[in-house]
């Protein structure tokens, strides 16, 4: 057999060939290792939890913010005594300083010098105010609401229920301080007059609540100007009004948004007003209690046009027979939540039982004791 002599430089050769070669290094676990196909995988797991718990303390740290800001937006002295001086030392606060709701339901201890220092030292507190109840603070007149009102322009919710003092006056400086009221409650203030009426009407065509129960000086024109300008009201109590009569309600229909509707003791609404106010379609609670000039020609048109009510009182009228109901219950039968004709003596079968065969979604059957 033929044998190759190598020579010196042959070897040299060999050796330059060699050295050109790409140098690979060894792999760090060996190609056929059970875990060099899940290394990969395994980091981007821990990427994705490290990623999402950084996500979830961020969101935690921000909703800890929002708890913690939201705590200082409201102010509820409801009830309390020294209610005055403690408004005064909580707006003081810079904490208070975007104050959105304050109650003083029923506070004691608080008058219009109170409001007085709180229009002079806390001013700016108050800007951002959307709410205020001052229900049953019978110490404040016309005075502290000019007062207060003029702190808050951008006002949109004011209650002043149960307020003796409170007069034309006051509704003149809170229409004129507070441009954006969608919400109103004048419950119980006796001496507003078709005067206050005016002013709500030509000041706030979007109101959209309104509470007049017992302001007895109140007349037909002064509603009727409320129903023509304040055509978005979705809620108007009148009750214990006895004083509005049918020519009233004979522009109601205006109110196409209306859902709630309070006419407890409209002793002077017949039928003919009760017409009117079954155009109002999208009716949803309906109260005639006391309304003793109702028959079932009333009740009927409210039937037939109002299908959609879940809540109605029809309680000590005797007017009305089991021919309301029936009608009722053609097109109200699976709205009907609460329905209530204790003193009907006209209706015979006014039993739960009864009832229940007529609108079967019933829950509660008596709203008046």
Request: with cysteine; glycine share 4%; charged share 20%.
């Amino acid at each position: 057999m033929e044998q190759r002599n190598c020579t010196k430089s042959d070897e040299n050769s060999e050796h330059k060939a060699c050295s050109k070669r790409p140098h690979l290094s060894p792999p760090s676990q060996p190609l056929d290792s059970p875990h060099s196909h899940f290394l990969p995988f395994s980091l981007a797991c821990t990427f994705l939890i490290s990623k999402f718990l950084l996500s979830l303390l961020k969101f935690l740290l921000l909703l800890k913010i929002s708890l913690f800001l939201l705590l200082f937006q409201s102010i509820d002295l409801r009830e309390m005594n020294n209610a005055g001086d403690r408004l005064i030392a909580a707006l003081s606060l810079p904490r208070y300083q975007h104050v959105k709701q304050i109650s003083l339901e029923f506070a004691q201890d608080i008058d219009d010098d109170h409001l007085e220092v709180i229009k002079s030292k806390c001013l700016g507190s108050l800007q951002d105010l959307e709410s205020l109840n001052l229900n049953g603070c019978q110490k404040i007149s016309d005075k502290g609401i000019e007062a207060i009102t003029s702190c808050c322009l951008k006002l949109k919710v004011f209650s002043i229920y149960w307020n003796v003092r409170a007069a034309d006056e006051g509704v003149k400086h809170l229409v004129k301080n507070c441009k954006y009221i969608v919400d109103l409650n004048f419950s119980g203030c006796k001496h507003l007059s078709d005067k206050s009426l005016q002013l709500v009407a030509d000041n706030y065509p979007e109101l959209e609540s309104l509470n007049l129960t017992r302001c007895v000086k109140m007349t037909d024109s002064g509603l009727q100007q409320v129903f023509v300008k304040c055509s978005f009201l979705q809620s108007l109590n009148l009750y214990a009004l006895s004083s509005f009569t049918d020519e009233a309600y004979k522009k109601i229909s205006v109110l196409s948004h209306l859902k709630f509707l309070d006419l407890c003791g409209a002793q002077n609404l017949s039928d003919d007003g009760l017409s009117c106010i079954a155009k109002c379609k999208k009716l949803v609670s309906l109260n005639l209690t006391w309304c003793v000039r109702v028959t079932d020609v009333g009740v009927i048109d409210i039937a037939e046009s109002c299908t959609s009510l879940e809540f109605l009182s029809l309680f000590g009228i005797v007017g009305v027979t089991d021919k309301c109901l029936e009608a009722l219950s053609k097109s109200c039968a699976n709205t009907m939540t609460t329905l209530d004709v204790n003193g009907c003596i006209g209706i015979k079968r006014r039993s739960r039982d009864d009832l229940l065969k007529l609108f079967p979604y019933l829950r509660c059957f008596k709203v008046h004791s």
